[in-house]
């Protein structure tokens, strides 16, 4: 059984990926600020003995034992100057935090980003259904 940390975990991605790692026998840390996740997202699993859910923007520190790390963190299709700029602090504090947690751990670690990274996009806010291209 790993301990696996998932920030962004109450996102769309991320909400799906800590019922997948629950379902696989693993204690999971759901780490989110609720910018655009949702308690909603991750409301069944609330009350899990393997499922801890913390509100807390990476941008800060954050310190914990973990095995694995999957930083799912980041804003998508941000239109105000708000968003952006704390997209660029979750994108370079946050991806900062989590590599050092990981290496304070010797963990792995799965690093996502915002598909702001490929440039403008069609549309905004970009749309994120499954199998929509």
């Given at each position: 059984m790993?301990?696996i940390?998932?920030?962004g975990g109450?996102?769309?991605i991320?909400?799906?990926l800590?019922?997948r790692?629950i ?6 840390i759901c780490l989110d600020n ?8 991750i409301?069944?699993?609330?009350g ?7 509100e807390h923007d990476?941008?800060?520190p954050?310190?914990?034992?973990v095995?694995?790390?999957y ?10 100057i708000?968003?952006?700029?704390s997209?660029?602090k979750?994108a370079?504090f946050g991806t900062?935090n ?5 290496k304070?751990?010797?963990a792995k670690i799965l ?10 996009p069609l549309?905004h806010?970009?749309?994120r ?5």
């Open positions: 790993k301990r940390l998932v920030t109450a996102g769309f991320g909400s799906h800590c019922t790692l379902e696989e026998g693993n204690i999971v609720f910018f655009t996740g949702s308690k909603e997202n409301s069944y699993l609330i899990h003995p393997r499922f801890e859910l913390i990476i941008i800060n954050f310190w914990t034992d095995d694995e790390i930083n799912l963190a980041c804003p998508a299709s941000p239109i105000i708000s968003m952006m700029l997209n660029a979750t370079v900062f989590m590599l050092g947690l990981a304070r751990n010797k690093q996502a980003s915002t598909s702001e990274v490929y440039g403008d549309s806010p970009q749309r259904e499954i199998g929509e291209m």
